[in-house]
């Protein structure tokens, strides 16, 4: 059997010969997004954090939607892999409209997952010392993506502030690595079932074929028709 492939911004395409007729398998792949999360449900993007960026984080200052009474802290990979993407919250904070203030330290998370290792507070993913970029910090969480943390917060939060940035368990490393995009959400992030599912063009004559093809969808066992 022989085999051939191509590839769209969004798809990727895979072609072989049954070696027992003359049909041919097609796979069709899309690699239009890494399915991590929802980025319309996003009320903060930090956009790119890495070695080249002043201070290796970014001060995060964002109205919270009123009446929101959950907070997902997001770490995503940046898209290149999740090598040494040590990341740290350092001094989360809650405001309330009354005034008061919300250590996020101070509670304990509704549900936590890391790319690597154990988020822990107060410490580093390594549970060393949070330290970014040679200073130490007492309070904030420390994780690596792609890290998602839920906490529960009161119907009066109104602000969120804290410094995100990239732990020198990560940064110290020489290589790759320690590329990040720092998120904040105030509903669940992750995409639903429906919004993974999309169309995929396929461009029969693009991948080699001529003429009129019946084609069969071989997981689901359904003929879909002659194209």
């Known amino acids: 059997a022989s085999s051939t492939s191509s590839r769209k911004v969004s798809s990727s395409f895979w072609v072989a010969d049954d070696p027992n007729s003359n049909d041919k ?17 996003l009320l903060y ?12 984080g970014e001060n995060i200052d964002i109205d919270l939607p009123k009446g929101a009474t ?8 940046n898209g290149d892999g999740f090598n040494y993407d040590h990341a ?13 203030i919300l250590q996020l330290t101070d509670l304990e ?18 549970n060393n010392p949070l330290n970014v970029k040679g200073t130490e910090y007492k309070n904030g969480i420390g994780t690596h993506s792609q890290s998602i943390i839920k906490f529960k917060i009161p119907e009066n939060s109104k602000r969120f502030t804290a410094f995100a940035g990239l732990d020198m368990g990560g940064t110290n490393h020489r290589g790759d690595g320690s590329t990040v995009e720092f998120m904040v959400s105030a509903e669940d992030p992750t995409p639903s079932q429906e919004a993974l599912a999309v169309n995929i063009p396929v461009d029969l004559k693009a991948l080699g074929f001529s003429g009129k093809c019946s084609i069969r969808d071989l997981w689901n066992q359904k003929d879909l028709g002659t194209f």
């Open 88 to 100: 740290d919250w350092i001094n989360p904070v809650v405001h309330l409209s009354d005034g008061k």
């Open 25 to 41: 398998f097609v796979g069709v792949f899309n690699i239009g997004g890494n399915e991590f999360v929802s980025p319309e449900k």
């Open 109 to 126: 998370w509704e549900f936590a997952k890391a790319g690597w290792g154990t988020g822990h507070k107060n410490r580093s993913v390594t």
């Open 45 to 56: 993007r930090s956009g790119t954090v890495s070695r080249l960026t002043d201070g290796y």
């Open 70 to 77: 959950e907070l997902y802290l997001i770490v995503d990979d």
